[in-house]
Each structure stands twice: as structure tokens, then as C-alpha cells.
């Protein structure tokens, strides 16, 4: 299976990181955004760079959506995986309009409401989880999925 792993940098980036059991042993790509801890992280990786900032920055939006095409285009992923935040919307809209399965996993900050990503991409997915049963309450199609910290 192919993999397109789509996040944000910072609390985004460690949340796609620690799904690494389900990831690391499939062929993968990644788009983040370019940090000293995404390059350190990602040296061995395939990644493609994506433009920041996403929030109300109208030409980003457009730089990150021709991105998205040429980088689905390019890898025809089976799943499109991603934390969120911004970046993932090009990504996971033009994702599933090529056939591929997309699935976003809502941070574990969000409580009792969806992130604007998460609003916006829930008509394009294939699985949103979220990690709190009041939020599963608002969205009965999501699944719910407990941390393991909590356990």
C-alpha cells in the first residue's frame, strides 16, 4: 500500500510520527512543512516541502493545492493519512476526487468541536477519528480511537 502522509509542523508533525507502527512498514511520502526538527526527523525519507503559512494566506492555499496535484499525480497513493492542520485540505479534497482512501485524525486538543481543517475536508473522508467521546457525540460518523496515554 501506498502511503501519503500529510501534516503540519510541530504538534501535528509528532502526532504522524507516533502512528509509525501503522505507517513504517508500507511505502510512504511525506509533505510537511520545512523545520530543522522535519528535516532532522525525515532524512530518510521522500518528502516534498510544502508552503507555510496556510492560514489566511490565499497564495499558499494555491501554491499547496498545485503541490497536491503534481504530488497525487506523481504518487497515486492508495491512503492519504494526516494530522492536520491546514496543509492537509488540498490534499485530502484532490486525494479522494483521484480514488484514493483518506483518513484525518483530529488532534487530541480538540474537544468538543472540529478543527476548520477537519470541517472542511469531512466531505472528502473516508475515516475522521477523534479521541474524545464528546466529539464522537457531535460527529456520529467519526470513529473514535483512545490515546494511548491514556490507558
Same mark, same amino acid.
Request: aromatic content about 12%.
Given at each position: 500500500?501506498?502511503?501519503?502522509?500529510?501534516?503540519?509542523? %510541530?504538534?501535528?508533525?509528532? %502526532?504522524?510520527? /507516533? =502512528?509509525?507502527?501503522?505507517?513504517?512498514?508500507? !511505502?510512504?511520502?511525506?509533505?510537511?512543512?520545512? $523545520?530543522?526538527?522535519?528535516?532532522?526527523? =525525515? $532524512?530518510?525519507?521522500?518528502?516534498?516541502?510544502?508552503?507555510? +503559512?496556510?492560514? #489566511?494566506?490565499? +497564495?499558499?492555499?494555491? #501554491?499547496?493545492?498545485?503541490?497536491?496535484?503534481?504530488?497525487?499525480?506523481?504518487?497515486? +497513493?492508495?491512503?492519504?493519512?494526516?494530522?492536520?492542520? %491546514?496543509?492537509?485540505?488540498?490534499?485530502?479534497?484532490?486525494?479522494? =476526487?483521484?480514488?484514493?482512501? $483518506?483518513?484525518?485524525? !483530529?488532534?487530541?486538543?480538540?474537544?468538543? $468541536?472540529?478543527?476548520?481543517?477537519?470541517?472542511?475536508?469531512?466531505?472528502?473522508?473516508?475515516?475522521?477519528?477523534?479521541?474524545? +467521546?464528546?466529539?464522537?457525540?457531535?460527529?456520529?460518523?467519526?470513529? =473514535?480511537?483512545?490515546? /494511548?496515554?491514556?490507558?
Amino acid at each position: 500500500m501506498k502511503v501519503l502522509l500529510i501534516c503540519s509542523s %510541530g504538534g501535528h508533525f509528532k %502526532g504522524l510520527q /507516533q =502512528l509509525q507502527p501503522f505507517w513504517e512498514n508500507h !511505502e510512504r511520502v511525506w509533505v510537511t512543512f520545512k $523545520t530543522a526538527t522535519t528535516q532532522a526527523s =525525515l $532524512t530518510e525519507e521522500k518528502v516534498y516541502w510544502a508552503y507555510s +503559512p496556510t492560514n #489566511r494566506n490565499l +497564495p499558499n492555499l494555491f #501554491r499547496n493545492l498545485l503541490l497536491a496535484f503534481q504530488v497525487i499525480s506523481k504518487t497515486k +497513493p492508495d491512503l492519504i493519512l494526516s494530522t492536520g492542520a %491546514g496543509v492537509a485540505v488540498p490534499f485530502l479534497i484532490l486525494g479522494k =476526487l483521484f480514488g484514493s482512501q $483518506t483518513v484525518f485524525v !483530529e488532534s487530541v486538543t480538540r474537544i468538543s $468541536t472540529l478543527s476548520l481543517s477537519a470541517r472542511l475536508v469531512l466531505p472528502f473522508l473516508s475515516v475522521l477519528y477523534v479521541q474524545w +467521546p464528546q466529539l464522537q457525540t457531535r460527529y456520529p460518523q467519526a470513529e =473514535l480511537i483512545v490515546p /494511548q496515554e491514556s490507558l
